[in-house]
């Protein structure tokens, strides 16, 4: 048994109602910044298929019309994997995938394709979750579809060796993992799958490219992406779109990006992809010390599309060995004991969306203080995708 998975970890706190359908695609700021209509030429996702283990995926919006595969849900997972529990799952594939149709949001990979897989969440009914998928069960069907990327917005403090094994296999099927790591802020606690080897944790920015206060830190922070202000659906009547806020939607947008760049070079593996997105990430500290705040930096495809030129490394070899535990110089990374193998995840996480203003200061491996540095208006400003960044510098221990 392993960890059943509640807490579809963020997107669906602080909801605001967005005025009408029609304002919905005007809300997604992160487009712009992106610079989505630039990369567009370049690469629209079309040939990717990324799997979204979520609390299922509601095939009929308009923005999601023939954008999922119900044909090719895994037999391991197919109870309830177009049946959306709160509308969390939908709105993770939109901003993946969604084609904007009917006013509703347009994902950032707009010619993606979602297989949906649901699993177990504390927001089911006690038969629901019985009948879903368990998350190791979930990312192995995952692992065994034609996806090439897996998107995990959800989270448990519970450790769990099935499900890491479940990544592995994942992994080694060629797979990229993304997860959301959690709304916990600066008291957050390590959440699984994001701490667990072979998964690329995404933390939340806003749009002045600000870590978000809820975004959880730690040395499992690889990336940071857009996660304030994204519209999603309210609930799980789908009739409505609200202003959504959480790691969930940034580690989504994550997930797009990679499958644009996969779209643009067919025959990179998930390594190559990774280590492109990791060399162009927006920040302004070395790459051997990724924050603690925003990892590797905040997350920029359109430097990698742009780049006729880009090297993506050796195919075979991991850009995140030593934190994977495949490096052999490096020891793999600790793991919590779990009070309970079967225990569920926590309900949804609780935060506010605006980022940290006051200093913060990290200390080296060898117990040294490094420099202080100020999170905010008057932090340290990148130029990310043609748009002013303000992040935190900071260094994770190691």
């Known amino acids: 048994m392993c960890a059943a998975l509640g807490a579809l970890a963020g997107a669906s706190f602080g909801l605001a109602p967005v005025a009408a359908a029609s304002d919905v695609q005007s809300q997604e700021w992160y487009l712009t910044s992106m610079h989505a209509d630039e990369m567009w030429k370049h690469s629209t996702g079309k040939g990717v298929k990324v799997a979204v283990i979520d609390g299922g995926v509601d095939p009929t919006t308009p923005s999601l019309k023939g954008q999922v595969l119900v044909d090719e849900v895994p037999k391991a997972a197919a109870y ?187 025959d990179w593996t998930a390594n190559q992809v990774l280590r492109t997105l990791i060399d162009t990430a927006g920040r302004d500290w070395p790459k051997n010390t990724p924050s603690t705040y925003l990892g590797y930096g905040i997350i920029r495809p359109r430097l990698v599309l742009a780049d006729k030129n880009i090297d993506p490394g050796p195919a ?29 995840a926590k309900a949804k996480d609780n935060g506010t969306a605006t980022g940290p203003t006051t200093a913060a200061k990290e200390t080296t491996s060898s117990g040294n203080s490094h420099t202080w540095v100020i999170i ?11 748009a002013g960044f303000a992040v935190l510098r900071s260094r994770r221990n190691a």
């Open 80 to 266: 309830g994997a177009t049946e959306d529990v709160d509308g969390h799952g939908t709105s993770m594939a939109e901003v993946i995938a969604g084609t904007g149709a009917g006013g509703g949001v347009k994902g950032l990979a707009p010619d993606a394709k979602i297989i949906p897989i649901r699993v177990q969440s504390d927001d089911m009914k006690n038969s629901e979750e019985l009948k879903s998928a368990t998350s190791e069960q979930a990312i192995k069907a995952a692992a065994d579809t034609d996806a090439k990327i897996i998107n995990m917005s959800f989270g448990s403090p519970y450790y769990s060796l099935d499900e890491e094994n479940a990544i592995k296999y994942a992994a080694s099927k060629g797979k990229l993992l993304f997860a959301s790591i959690g709304n916990d802020g600066v008291k957050g606690k390590r959440e699984y799958p994001s701490s667990d080897p072979y998964v690329v944790g995404v933390g939340a920015v806003d749009k002045t490219g600000t870590v978000a206060k809820f975004s959880t830190r730690g040395n499992y922070v690889d990336f940071a992406a857009p996660g304030v202000g994204i519209p999603g659906w309210c609930d799980k009547s789908l009739t409505s779109y609200c202003t959504t806020k959480g790691t969930s939607p940034a580690s989504a947008i994550a997930s797009a990006s990679a499958a644009l760049i996969w779209s643009a070079h067919p």
């Open 316 to 344: 075979d070899q991991d850009p995140l060995a030593a934190e994977n535990g495949t490096d052999t110089a490096a020891t793999t990374p600790g793991k919590s004991a779990s009070p309970s193998s079967s225990a569920k």
């Open 376 to 386: 905010g208006a008057a932090a340290a400003v990148l130029v990310v995708a043609g």
